[in-house]
């Protein structure tokens, strides 16, 4: 806890070498386990960057870091469906104010993205790994729109944990073209800057897309 003080009050600066496990052993009147013990949180935190034979250096804590510490209890959440619904309630609210914020703000070089990607998907019907690829980048870009490394590290987490949701909802017949048409008309209203349109369609979209993985999910 004194060490994580230290750096995130800047006495230990990003790229600092923190002192040897002996002096740190000395300073806090501690053992060698409690020491490692105490680096291994810090690494885990994103505050600390330990290699093999190499004193233990400050980092900068990233955003990915902050989304991969909560990846083990989202995991445990989703393993009961009540976590599942308030997962897809969680990525409803976030993603309707994406694309809000995208028909808002989105530059013509920002709409071109999300065009291109909207086409590649499109090219990707038909096979099925290319487009589950291409369906994740297509609303990955929305969070790219927002240029904001939390909202995108958020983004990539909510893929990852709901990766079974969109496995069972996109191979349901039809799925494929019914996300097309809603990526196009997701599409088409950030192009013309329509947030109401835009955030009506993301919301038909994930209901469709939720409702699909319960049907399937009841049939079993």
């Known amino acids: 806890a004194e060490f994580e003080r230290r750096i995130v009050e800047g006495d230990y600066a990003p790229g600092d070498q923190l002192p040897s496990e002996r002096k740190i052993m000395e ?4 053992g060698r386990p409690a020491v490692r013990e105490a680096l291994f949180a810090l690494s885990k935190m994103g505050l600390v960057a330990q290699n093999s034979g190499e004193p233990a250096r400050v980092t900068k804590p990233t955003a990915e870091v902050l989304i991969g510490e909560l990846s083990g209890a989202a995991r445990a959440l989703l393993a009961d469906p009540e976590g599942v619904r308030q997962f897809q309630d969680a990525r409803m609210l976030f993603e309707t104010a994406l694309v809000r914020e995208a028909a808002a703000n989105a530059t013509d070089d920002d709409v071109k993205m999300l065009s291109e990607a909207l086409e590649a998907n499109k090219r990707a019907v038909g096979t099925p790994l290319n487009f589950e690829r291409t369906d994740v980048e297509f609303h990955y870009v929305l969070a790219v729109i927002a240029q904001n490394q ?3 590290a958020l983004h990539e987490g909510l893929l990852e944990w709901l990766s079974e949701q969109r496995a069972i909802s996109n191979a349901y017949p039809g799925a494929t073209a019914a996300a097309i ?3 196009t008309r997701i599409f088409e209203a950030i192009a013309a800057r329509d947030a109401d349109a835009a955030e009506a369609a993301m919301r038909d979209h994930l209901s469709e ?3 699909t993985y319960w049907e399937v999910k009841a049939g079993r």
């Open 27 to 30: 300073e806090f009147g501690t």
């Open 150 to 152: 939390i909202l995108t």
């Open 181 to 183: 048409a809603a990526h």
């Open 209 to 211: 897309v939720a409702r």
